[in-house]
């Protein structure tokens, strides 16, 4: 990491270790402490709810600080995760000093770390989500010499007292600004505060939902991030959902992730984009197009589309968001620049490097090429997912790709350069397989696939029998059909999910 780079990052650890975060050792974390006068330490942990768990810790001398870091400390695991029984209950949590950051809202000069889940035989819990990403992202290296990088989209509605001064323009809101948009200054605090523990957002701005019922304004945002390591995207996306529900409670505000929020208005997604990479290089593009290896990674993601519903659609109301006409995927295909299909193809700055000189005529320096930019997009996601199962499945997915036979068979089959919803393209539509409509048949659908999971111990039996069953609890066999019409039902039940993971 260049000086210069150093002095720029937001993260006060690193600006002080003068050190990239990946490299923090112990010692880094005792001398930050004892340097800056840091009062408290708080592991934080994610549990079955997919929230930030802590545990605090006043720092007493050195000593204390030491063994901390050093040994970790007991926690119920039973009262933390549903599979885990009370009668063997004890586990470790063991920070990764990788992911310290001040704590930007304790009043107490306070350090926060992420922690890995441990048994009590000193091993890595097998069943720790973290732990199954780590793995996913070990077994896909080891089998195809690449790294997978990725990074979320995370949209999210504020809602507060209605503001009768510039009103919203309903389901109109793309990159509104205030006064049109109320919460822009929520939404760059975020940004700041999420950079400053070590996140590392590409933008934000005001999405498209925007409207008011009842006296009551809700307004939609996104956050969207850069690639990283894939298991350092997990933690960004967590930690970053935390810091926007801290803002809002402060802000005497709400803010949800839930993919729906009424009837017949935009829901929110959480759109994953990935990349794979290798010596530093992105492999997504050659020749100045999509790569064999992309394509690849693109079917084995189609094919096991259904089952990771089941990780990233985990609410009844996710299937409510998964309707034509939403933005929202239905159908299992993809294409370039196509938002009416699963699996995206952004615009990857392909098109040539002469725009920037165009616009500034001023302006002519050489900028090279823009080769590094291309990722695909998976779009069913929303903010009910389980962040970590979900990426160490998009993870096995394009592993399972790149391994299949037919993968470029499969990809050339299923691309679509149309707007599959529009009436003349519906004998293509009906050609294409529907993603689940419930929770309930997105459970039969990872039962299905459980073998591709399940490849080279990534994703334990027991892990995804507890998925299976907790999916299947809803009971919401067609229930899209039994709620059809009936408005009342429908906002009892967004009402119930408003607040998921």
């Not at 037919?406 to 089959?413: P, R």
């Amino acid at each position: 990491m260049h000086d210069s780079e150093i002095l720029m990052n937001p993260n006060e650890l690193v600006r002080f270790l003068k050190k990239p975060a990946d490299e923090f050792t112990r010692h880094d974390i005792v001398r930050f402490i004892g340097e800056n006068r840091i009062k408290m330490l708080n592991f934080r942990y994610v549990a079955d709810d997919g929230k930030l768990k802590t545990l605090n810790f006043a720092i007493s001398s050195k000593a204390h600080l030491e063994a901390i870091l050093t040994q970790g400390e007991r926690v119920d695991g039973s009262s933390l995760f549903s599979f885990i029984e009370a009668g063997s209950s004890d586990l470790y949590v063991i920070p990764r000093y990788r992911s310290a950051f001040v704590n930007p809202f304790t009043e107490v000069p306070t350090l926060d770390i992420l922690c890995s889940f441990y048994n009590s035989s000193g091993q890595p819990l097998e069943s720790d989500p973290g732990y199954i990403l780590r793995k996913a992202h070990k077994d896909f290296f080891d089998k195809t010499g690449l790294s997978f990088k990725a990074m979320g989209e995370l949209e999210y509605y504020v809602n507060s007292s209605r503001h009768d001064f510039f009103p919203p323009t309903d389901q109109k809101g793309y990159h509104a600004s205030e006064p049109y948009a109320k919460f822009e200054k929520l939404r760059t605090e975020a940004l700041l505060l999420i950079a400053k523990t070590g996140g590392r957002t590409k933008y934000g701005h005001a999405e498209v939902g925007s409207f008011t019922r009842d006296d009551q304004l809700f307004e939609q945002h996104e956050i969207e991030f850069l690639p990283c390591n894939v298991e350092d995207a997990a933690d960004q996306l967590v930690v970053a959902k935390w810091i926007l529900r801290m803002l809002a409670y402060r802000y005497n505000v709400e803010i949800s992730f839930a993919p729906k929020i009424t009837v017949g208005k935009a829901g929110s997604g959480m759109h994953v984009h990935a990349m794979l990479e290798k010596d530093g290089l992105n492999m997504m593009t050659g020749d100045g197009k999509l790569s064999m290896q992309a394509r690849k990674m693109i079917a084995g993601w189609l094919d096991c589309a259904s089952a990771l519903t089941a990780f990233g659609n985990t609410i009844p109301t996710s299937y409510l968001r998964l309707v034509p006409h939403q933005e929202a995927p239905t159908n299992i295909c993809w294409g370039d620049r196509n938002r009416s299909v699963l699996v995206r193809v952004p615009l990857g700055w392909l098109g040539g490097n002469n725009m920037i000189n165009d616009a500034n005529p001023c302006e002519c320096s050489d900028h090279g090429t823009f080769d590094g930019k291309q990722t695909v997009e998976f779009r069913s996601p929303d903010g009910s997912a389980d962040i970590y199962l979900l990426l160490a499945g998009l993870v096995v997915a394009a592993r399972h790709g790149l391994e299949m036979e037919n993968a470029l068979d499969i990809a050339g089959e299923l691309y679509v350069d149309v707007n599959i919803f529009m009436e003349e393209h519906k004998d293509k539509l009906a050609r294409l397989r529907g993603l689940p409509d419930s929770c309930w048949e997105s459970a039969d659908a990872l039962d299905q696939k459980r073998d591709v999971f399940e490849k080279n111990g990534v994703f334990p039996s027991g892990v995804l029998k507890n998925v299976i069953t907790r999916l299947k609890s809803y009971d919401d066999k067609n229930l899209s059909e039994r709620l059809y019409g009936n408005n009342d039902a429908i906002r009892e039940l967004v009402i119930k999910y408003i607040h998921c993971k």
